[in-house]
């Protein structure tokens, strides 16, 4: 008999994935992305396009994992955190699967999934995390008996990393996308003096930003982008650095999209070496946003046995990644 | 002179040694590969100078820290400190009141005279056998009058200890501050940016 399959919808953002999980191995992950043009994310277009999406993208993670909807047997969605109109639209397109199929639903904190895959692809048991994304910059382990949730160390006292460098490229009018674009400029540029900001274990990037865009008055773009990235990735190993003395941990997970900068990982990787620590970063399709990981977490509080009441199955932008429990 | 480490931090490495005569500790930047040597060697000389130039005020404010005997380039050497960490302590029985009160007057005392500690929390704090208090660690200490630096001190507090004794924490520095009432204010806005409403090392 082949084993039953939990399914998972994420909308968070521009990203519609839908994933397939058998046994925690992934099945299927399947994405339409939103094309972002220099205007950014329009929140209602992005709802409208994965009204669009989802059908053709849930048979397209069907056939890719070689089963049909009726090897599912649970349903997990991104409840948050994200941007509004784009939450709903995930929601909605679980609550329909679930009711017309008669499936359990599972809320599924976005934060969480994105370090959950790592821990459950490299089968960690209780790794410190870098969670590096637009919107977020934590550093993040689980504590917590008997309710458990990812405490948050350090974090970003204001804007994200990813947003940090994708405003810094729309000034520089290049194509924001997670840094790669900041990256690819950054080939070979010498270092220009910037501000470095890390405050025990968080730190901030608004000033870091505000400065590297000035410069671009009197230095290359080469050598801005170059340094930016170094400063801000330095800044980031600093405070992952002193939180894993602190917390003794012996494994660490480099997620979210960010993760998918190659000198990011360089870097976080020597941090761990000096500690003899395990590192682990999850391929490229699973850094950035992605249903896989949700599906991983849905499936672990169904095994769990954990059922989540209909009035509890809801949207919330502002979903703290500490607010949600863990398996 | 015979040196023997005793700790490794994040970014230093402690040592103990016994300069001429004295029980001494030693701490030194060590270099770190991962960031680019440039960045590295400034980070690492910039703040030797200023953590031994902030020791030395503060010292000369009558706040209890270790006092300096001689900078280096990537080390300072001062006079070691016998104690427990507070943070140790937080989990005893011992009655923390009296510290926090004096640990809230010590903020204060900083923020009147322009600095901010940057990384204010209960493991750098030493407690003597009779509850003296003593700051440690001013490594990213800074000369501002910045109210969210002021306010960001507060909050590393806030987040590290249980309500009641960050109470007295705050009712120490309202009494010693000269502008306590804004960076109180201060605090409740960056709280209010709504990431750090849950952020407390206190668990459900």
């Not at chain 1, 994105?114 to 870098?130: F, G, Q, W």
């Not at chain 1, 000033?207 to 980031?236: I, W, Y």
């Not at chain 2, 103990?16 to 060590?30: A, E």
Request: aromatic residues 6%; proline residues 2%.
């Amino acid at each position: 008999m082949v084993p039953m399959a939990v399914i998972g919808i994420e909308s968070s953002a521009h990203t519609l994935g839908i994933g397939i999980v058998q046994n925690g191995r992934i099945m299927a992950n399947q994405r339409s992305m939103y094309k972002i043009t220099d205007k950014g994310i329009i929140p209602s277009k992005v709802a409208d396009f994965h009204a669009d999406n989802v059908r053709d993208t849930l048979e397209g993670a069907l056939k890719h994992a070689q089963i049909t909807i009726k090897d599912i047997e649970a349903v997990g969605y991104t409840k948050g955190p994200g941007i509004g109109s784009c939450l709903q639209v995930g929601q909605l397109a679980a609550k329909a699967l679930a009711s017309r199929y008669r499936l359990p639903l599972l809320p599924v904190n976005h934060g969480v999934a994105h370090i959950e895959v790592v821990r459950s692809m490299y089968k960690l048991k209780d790794p410190l995390a870098l969670y590096v994304s637009g919107g977020n910059s934590q550093i993040l382990a689980r504590i917590g008996n008997p309710y458990r949730h990812y405490h948050i160390y350090g974090e970003t006292f204001d804007i994200g990393v990813g947003n940090m460098l994708d405003s810094f490229a729309r000034s520089a009018n290049m194509n924001p996308a997670w840094g790669s674009s900041v990256a690819k400029a950054a080939l070979g540029g010498k270092y220009v003096q910037m501000p470095y900001t890390v405050k025990g274990m968080d730190f901030t990037f608004t000033g870091l930003l505000t400065n590297a865009t000035e410069q671009l008055q009197r230095h290359s773009l080469k050598d801005v982008s170059f340094s930016l990235q170094e400063t801000a990735f330095a800044m980031l190993c600093e405070a992952t650095e002193r939180a894993l003395l602190l917390t003794g941990r012996r494994e660490m997970v480099l997620c979210g999209g960010v993760a998918q900068s190659e000198r990011l990982r360089e870097m976080l990787a020597l941090v761990a070496k000096d500690h003899k620590t395990t590192f682990k970063v999850a391929p490229n399709e699973f850094n950035a946003d992605n249903g896989a990981m949700i599906a991983v977490v849905a499936e672990q509080m169904f095994r769990k046995g954990i059922s989540v009441k209909a009035s509890e199955c809801t949207t919330n932008q502002k979903y703290r990644i500490d607010q949600a429990e863990v398996v | 002179m015979k040196i023997k480490r005793i700790s490794e931090g994040a970014e230093a490495r402690i040592y103990s040694c016994n300069f001429l005569g004295f029980d001494s500790v030693i701490k030194r930047r060590i270099k770190k590969r991962y960031r680019l040597a440039t960045i590295d060697e400034d980070i690492r000389v910039h703040r030797t100078k200023n953590e031994a130039r902030i020791l030395a005020l503060v010292s000369s404010l009558g706040i209890s820290s270790p006092g300096l005997l001689m900078v280096g380039k990537y080390d300072i050497y001062m006079h070691m400190i016998n104690g427990t960490r507070l943070s140790e302590m937080l989990g005893s029985k011992t009655n923390l009141n009296r510290v926090f009160a004096q640990l809230g007057r010590y903020a204060a005392m900083l923020h009147n005279n322009n600095i901010v500690h940057g990384d204010y929390t209960p493991a750098n704090v030493m407690v003597g056998k009779n509850g003296d208090v003593c700051l440690i660690d001013f490594g990213l200490s800074e000369m501002t009058n910045s109210m969210e630096e002021r306010a960001l001190d507060l909050l590393l507090m806030k987040r590290s200890v249980a309500g009641e004794l960050f109470e007295g924490f705050l009712q120490g520095y309202r009494k010693e501050c000269r502008d306590g009432g804004r960076v109180i204010e201060r605090l409740g806005g960056i709280e209010k940016r709504g990431r750090y409403n849950t952020r407390s090392l206190i668990t459900r």
